[in-house]
């Protein structure tokens, strides 16, 4: 059973993984207007991969008799200077959910909740795969610098990704 601070904590964690989804959408639709269309599908499988961590937590929450409190999402940014700009926002989103996870853990670990401990390590190995996944792609971005070239090299490698499971994911 979930204490009411915890489950309140895993329903704020829920919706910011419902944010984090939504804001990847939109990052995905900001590269479909301009064009680049590899980004935009990295973009698009990001926002899946978030919207099935937030199911994590709404299953969870229901697993331990919680109850599921669904919040509003707050709206993402829709607009960035450039495809460089957009990663930077993504590695500091990815370091503020980091920050979130581990004050969940800590929580978890103050009220001796070891269940609800063990179902949050999954999502502190998550994170490290995250930020080292957008860090890469960054230094990538800022490598290339001002050469346009590297812009569609990087947006056709980009194109690559799948869903888990699908044809093609390295």
């Known amino acids: 059973m979930l204490s009411e601070k915890m489950q309140d904590a895993l329903n704020g964690q829920l919706n910011a993984e419902l944010y984090s989804s ?3 959408l939109s990052m995905n639709a900001y590269f479909k207007s301009v064009n680049l269309d590899g980004f935009a ?4 499988f990001q926002a899946q991969e978030e919207l099935t961590h937030s199911l994590k ?3 969870f929450i229901n697993q331990r008799g919680g109850k599921v409190k669904l919040l509003q999402v707050e709206a993402p940014p829709t607009d960035w200077d450039s495809p460089l ?3 930077e926002a993504t590695l500091e989103h990815e370091q503020k959910v980091t920050g979130l996870i581990n004050e969940l853990v800590e929580m978890a670990l103050a009220e001796h909740d070891h269940a609800t401990n063990i179902f949050l390590q999954w999502f502190v190995s998550e994170q490290v795969e995250e930020e080292e996944s957008v860090t890469g792609v960054l230094e990538q971005l800022k490598l290339m610098g ?5 812009l569609f090299m990087i947006d056709r490698e980009l194109a690559k990704r799948s869903a888990p499971g699908e044809a093609g994911e390295a």
Not at 41 to 44: C, G, I, K, R
Not at 146 to 150: P, Q, S, T
């Open 22 to 24: 939504y804001l990847y």
């Open 85 to 87: 700009a957009v990663f």
């Open 41 to 44: 599908n990295w973009m698009y």
């Open 146 to 150: 001002e050469a346009k070239g590297g």
């Open 57 to 59: 937590f709404y299953d």
